[in-house]
Nanobody, 119 residues
Framework: QVRLVESGGGLVQAGGSLRLACAAS????????MAWYRQAPGKERELVAT???????NYADSVKGRFTISRDNAKNTLYLQMNSLRPEDAAVYFC?????????????WGQGTQVTVSS
C-alpha cells in the first residue's frame, strides 16, 4: 500500500507561481512512475506531467515551458513547480503513483489539492 498526500495548492494571481508537493509513504520502494493530473469543474481529469523513477519527464502541451515536474526519491516526494499560471490552470491537482510490487501493478491517488488562479 502507498499513501499519497498533496500540499501546496492555493490562490494565486495570473502570472504567479505555485509549487505543489506530494509526499508518499508506505511501500514506496515499489513506486515506479509518478504523475500529476488535474481536474477542473465539469471537465475530465487530464494528465499534466509524468516522471519515471530515473527522472525522464513528459508534459501536456498546455503546460510545456511553464511547469516542471521533479521527484526526490530519497524523500519519497514528488513536486510540480508551476510558473506563469493562467486562469485555465485552475483545477484540483492530483498526485498519482504507479507501483509494481510482487509482479502486481497498482495505481495510487492522492486526495487532491485545489489551485485557484485569479485573472
Amino acid at each position: 500500500q502507498v499513501r499519497l498526500v498533496e500540499s501546496g495548492g492555493g490562490l494565486v494571481q495570473a502570472g504567479g507561481s505555485l509549487r505543489l508537493a506530494c509526499a508518499a509513504s508506505g511501500d514506496t520502494i515499489c513506486i515506479s512512475a509518478m504523475a500529476w493530473y488535474r481536474q477542473a469543474p465539469g471537465k475530465e481529469r487530464e494528465l499534466v506531467a509524468t516522471i519515471t523513477r530515473g527522472g525522464t519527464t513528459n508534459y501536456a502541451d498546455s503546460v510545456k515551458g511553464r511547469f516542471t515536474i521533479s521527484r526526490d526519491n530519497a524523500k519519497n516526494t514528488l513536486y510540480l513547480q508551476m510558473n506563469s499560471l493562467r486562469p485555465e490552470d485552475a483545477a484540483v491537482y492530483f498526485c498519482n503513483a504507479e507501483s509494481l510490487c510482487n509482479y502486481y501493478l497498482y495505481d495510487y491517488w492522492g486526495q487532491g489539492t485545489q489551485v485557484t488562479v485569479s485573472s
